[in-house]
């Protein structure tokens, strides 16, 4: 799922935060300074202080005060904050003489609060600035970029997106649209061919693609609908309008006026409240995995020794490896007797792994009679139990409370194309495929529809109406809600 910056306030919303909490410590310390005693809680100062909160608020918004923020020298800023504080300084006046009420205010107060308010949101500004550039250093944090280019525009293109965008954005390979001698641009490798760049995108980890050639060729369409079944995103120079699928709108990357292309976008905002939704859910779902280890792991370790806590790796949000927690219900070596299994296997199409009844599973027997018995490890599988350690990876930002289920590495590798289409957005605890019966479905297209569906559909209220969902039908003992 893309996060498509707008450019509207919502976009430095932090900065918008810093600034009205810097104006409120102004305001409190010009009291201090004052009367030597906070009056903050009181009366008419009460109020002053909420009529400063929307004060600078409207001014803001109004003038746009924090439009290129990231961009702007320290003394571009100073000249930015000065205007700021000396407008809301002045509708302030108005304001109390509008209430016919300036004599029961304070003048040295309010002086006081517009020097502390140029010089504390000054320093905010810019150390908040310091902080997010030196955060983004981390290449790890960065969205993986390849850039498909002419040879002729390479070197440019490498550069500027680079140069201008490189916060964000890291540009982790070049394909060429024309034979060049090349092996690499700028430091950046050349990955492969154009023919090959379909393939090369659906095996490796690649966030979107950037494509900047003069000529559209039948080898760049294609390329276009491979990443359209992909649902991988988009962005295109405004030269190739017409080429764009998906839902295209305006953008700008390092400068460039594109197109984006992609299934499904989310605002900033919309991405803050899903976060804080899976940190929320992280905690408590921590907790009451904590509790379920050290209440099963001990009859775990008894019926088969070896540790409490199983970690495979999975395939993440638009290709990234991580490793995936779970309690351990099969017995230490599983994976290797799962090759011994395959005739076994429910799914015909061997795109996921399912048994009806596995002898890896703790405590899974069959006796003498052709009688299978069941232990602890069907009794979590059952209850979902051995997916809460899962909560670990959601608050490592890794996965989250809803979302699609991460595929192992081997049957990554099976993809087609409109496949991965299941990876555009972060893998989730639950979602509509498990919730909708997950042990029932053997027909993994029917899978990849149900998954691709969630992302086409996705909104908070989805979300959260999942989540409770999966509550009840965990409630009820329903297998497989998670």
């Known amino acids: 799922m893309y996060k498509r910056y707008r ?39 009460r109020e002053l202080g909420f009529v400063l909160f929307l004060i600078d608020f409207v ?48 003048r040295i107060l309010l002086f006081l609060t517009f020097i502390l308010h140029v010089l504390i949101s000054y320093l905010t500004r810019i150390s908040w600035k310091y902080v997010l550039n030196h955060t983004r250093i981390n290449d790890s944090n960065k ?25 964000t954005y890291k540009v982790t390979g070049i394909v060429f649209t024309k034979r060049d001698k090349r092996s690499e641009v700028c430091g950046v490798p050349v990955v492969c061919n154009i023919e090959e760049a379909g393939d090369y995108i659906c095996r490796e980890w690649i966030d979107s693609v950037f494509i900047d050639c003069e000529k559209i060729t039948p080898r760049i369409d294609k390329l276009m609908e491979e990443c359209r079944k992909m649902t991988v995103t988009v962005h295109f120079a405004v030269s190739g309008l017409r080429h ?7 953008n700008r990357i390092a400068g460039i006026t594109v197109l984006t292309a992609a299934e499904r976008y989310a605002t900033p905002l919309e991405h803050a409240i899903k976060r804080l939704m899976d940190i929320t859910g992280g905690l408590v779902g921590s907790i009451m995995a904590l509790v379920i280890i050290a209440i099963c792991g001990p009859m775990i370790k008894k019926q088969s020794p070896g540790p409490v806590i199983y970690t495979q790796e999975r395939i993440g949000r638009n290709g990234r490896k991580f490793r995936m927690y779970k309690l351990r219900t099969m017995h230490v070596g599983a994976d290797a007797q799962k090759s011994e299994l395959e005739n076994m296997n429910r799914n015909e199409d061997g795109m996921m792994f399912k048994l009806d009844f596995d002898p890896r599973v703790i405590g899974n027997t069959v006796d003498e009679n052709g009688v299978q018995h069941t232990g602890i490890g069907a009794f979590l599988r059952k ?23 991460p595929p192992t590495v081997d049957e990554w590798e099976k993809y087609e194309y409109h496949h991965r289409a299941r990876l555009t957005c972060k893998p989730g605890i639950t979602g509509l495929w498990q919730i909708s019966g997950r042990s029932l479905i053997t027909d993994f297209e029917e899978v990849v529809k149900l998954d691709t569906k969630y992302i086409d559909e996705w909104s908070m209220s989805l979300d959260i109406k999942l989540v409770f969902k999966t509550i009840r039908l965990l409630v009820a003992g329903d297998e497989g809600a998670m």
């Open 383 to 405: 209850h979902s139990l051995d997916e809460f350690p899962q909560f670990f990876n959601v608050l490592l930002g890794q996965m989250s409370l809803v979302g699609t289920r």
């Open 7 to 45: 450019q509207e306030w919502t976009k430095h919303l932090d900065f918008i935060i810093v600034e009205e909490i810097s104006l409120q410590i102004a305001y409190v310390l010009a009291m201090w300074l004052r009367f030597r005693e906070v009056l903050y809680g009181e009366g008419i100062y």
């Open 59 to 106: 001014v803001v918004m109004s003038i746009n005060s924090m439009h290129n923020v990231l961009k702007r020298g320290f003394f571009i800023e100073f000249v930015e904050t000065v205007k700021t504080c000396i407008l809301v300084f002045a509708l302030s006046v108005v304001y109390m003489y509008a209430q016919k009420a300036g004599a029961e205010y304070s």
């Open 244 to 250: 764009m699928g998906s839902h295209p709108f305006g």
């Open 143 to 167: 969205l993986s970029m390849l850039a498909v280019v002419d040879p002729a525009l390479a070197e440019e293109t490498i550069r500027t997106l680079t140069e201008n965008h490189g916060d």
